[in-house]
């Protein structure tokens, strides 16, 4: 066996470290004699599909994958359909939920309020700091749409650094979960004796923002050469935490950034379709939103970018877009609201607050409508068949998760449409049959984006992570159906193809840092495309 070493400097000594490689078969007499990979991977699969709860399943997976990283990623790769709703959502929101009760061992770092002062010494007890590329940290203070889960966030951050490698072919080695426990406020979880976090208040912001900048610091010592993707931070700090580091550090923040980047792709696919029916030009396009936390705003500004591509101006991009919230449609003669609300409120209405939402259809004339409220049901039959009725094919996108937060769901959309909706959601729907013809919900899923954004923007060593790059990503998702997915009137396409759209918009995404010129791996300038494509896919781990 050839063992392959390299120099790395440590306290200013230089030493030479092992390079991990892919394991060797265990000796013979440690296997059954008649066991190989293909027989192994059929019976993985009938143990998956043997459990009847998508908990179990989950539990199944994590379990395979602490044992047989290779397996897991191999039944993951050629299974995508069925995998990703267990290791990803739906089904990490209720192991997101249990975590404290289905938790088997540790996996990931985890770095507390206690340990403000040292945390650079936590980090150091990574046992694989020279492999760390790509890491996805949450403090647990909104997961999804299931509110402040404290350190039960963790399995976010496992989730989608197994899309990470799934989808990208990012190194298993070179991935770090990681959550910060700053306390939680949810009460159930600090009288459960078997809670794994701390059991205390959540911090003031102030204090946070101190841990926060300390945090970043030691990151960024420890592991010169990681991506930060931030995930599931409470709106405010999501925000605050994005302006603070966006410049200074390679981060993103994907429920604000990422989130964006996959609606505006699936949005300008329908808007192309919504407009080829009605005749009307894509400028005419109004996007009304129900839901203005971080994941609202966020995709509000990315759509802006598909405006400004049709040629308006940032004035008139911002004002084809309506925002509500818990108490109705959004605008300055409201009185006092948050900050990041500002932006898009109205000035263009004083009268009296309107919150029946099928009133501000009525009002707006929306061709699109968005949720990212996580209210159930909140796109009712009487919202859809208005949203009809001005609209020869309505855009309908109940994008929060999981599956019982979504605003609306696909088969209740076709009904009440008569089957011309341009439907996608945040979690998946069965397709459905309607007048003969089979009807495919499209599923905006952050995870047609992020693996495709890390990769690029590791593969590129990008100081930071621009808007350009992240627009970049969008687009290339946008261009990347097939025309058999056309003909179909898919939004998205397949997400069999993973690995081939991951490399289109790392390539994308590598073209925009060149661009912007805050990429590091200067050698891949004088690439053509072509080359640089087949880099990328060079570089994509295998299982």
């Given amino acids: 066996m050839t063992i392959v070493l390299n120099p790395v400097w440590s306290n200013g000594v230089q030493k030479l470290k092992v390079v991990s490689q892919t394991p060797t078969k265990p000796a013979k007499g440690l296997l059954p004699p008649a066991h190989n990979d293909e027989i192994h991977a059929l019976r993985c699969l009938q143990q998956l599909r043997s459990k009847d709860k998508p908990i179990e399943k989950y539990i199944y997976l994590s379990q395979l994958k602490d044992a047989d990283h290779a397996m897991f990623y191999r039944l993951c790769l050629a299974n995508m359909a069925e995998f990703t709703p267990l290791i990803y959502t739906p089904t990490v929101g209720d192991a997101c939920l249990q975590y404290s009760h289905i938790f088997r061992r540790p996996e990931g770092l985890f770095i507390s309020i206690k340990d403000k002062g040292n945390i650079g010494k936590i980090l150091r007890n990574w046992p694989r700091k020279e492999e760390a590329r790509i890491s996805v940290v949450t403090d647990g203070s909104r997961i999804l749409g299931l509110g402040d889960l404290g350190v039960n966030g963790m399995p976010i951050s496992i989730g989608k650094l197994s899309l990470y490698v799934a989808g990208a072919g990012i190194r298993p080695e070179s991935t770090v979960p990681i959550c910060l426990d700053l306390g939680t406020d949810t009460q159930r979880y600090l009288d459960d004796p078997l809670y794994l976090g701390l059991r ?18 030691e990151m960024a010592a420890v592991f010169p050469k990681l991506l930060i993707q931030f995930e599931d931070f409470a709106t405010d700090k999501a925000f605050a935490y994005l302006e603070s580091f966006r410049n200074r550090y390679p981060l993103f923040n994907d429920d604000i950034q990422g989130t964006g980047a996959v609606v505006l792709s699936g949005f300008m696919n329908a808007a192309k379709l919504s407009s080829a029916a009605s005749g009307r030009p894509l ?6 939103f129900l839901g203005a936390g971080s994941a609202g705003v966020g995709v509000a500004m990315q759509l802006m970018s598909f405006f400004k591509l049709q040629g308006l101006s940032e004035e008139e991009a911002r004002d084809r877009i309506y925002l509500v919230d818990s108490q109705g449609l959004i605008y300055d003669g409201r009185g006092p609201m948050a900050e ?3 932006y898009f409120s109205r000035k263009d209405y004083n009268g009296a607050p309107m919150t029946d939402l099928t009133e501000i ?3 707006v004339q929306p061709t699109a409508l968005l949720g990212l409220s996580t209210t159930k049901g909140a796109f009712n039959q009487s919202v859809i068949e208005t949203m009809s009725a001005i609209n020869p094919r309505p855009i309908i996108f109940p994008l929060s998760n999981p599956v019982r937060l979504s605003e609306c769901e696909f088969h209740e959309a076709v009904e009440w449409s008569q089957g011309r909706v341009l439907f996608a959601s945040g979690s998946p729907f069965p397709e459905q049959e309607y007048n003969g013809r089979v009807l495919y919900p499209g599923q905006g899923n952050n995870m047609y984006i992020f693996p495709g954004l890390g990769l690029g923007a590791i593969l590129s060593r990008a100081s930071k992570v621009t808007d350009s790059m992240v627009e970049a990503s969008s687009l290339g998702l946008a261009s990347s159906l097939t025309q058999d997915e056309r003909a179909q009137d898919l939004l998205y396409p397949r997400v069999e193809r993973i690995r081939e759209i991951s490399a289109h918009i790392a390539l994308s995404v590598i073209r925009a840092a060149q661009k912007a010129g805050v990429d590091r791996s200067i050698d891949l300038r004088t690439m053509s495309d072509a080359e640089l494509l087949g880099f990328v896919r060079s570089r994509m781990w295998n299982p």
Avoid: N
């Fill in 200 to 217: 205390q208040r959540r911090v003031p912001f102030a204090e946070a923002a101190e841990f926060m900048e300390e945090f970043m610091q």
């Fill in 283 to 288: 400028t005419d396009h109004r996007i009304l």
């Fill in 340 to 342: 990041h609300k500002k």
């Fill in 361 to 363: 259809v009525k009002y």
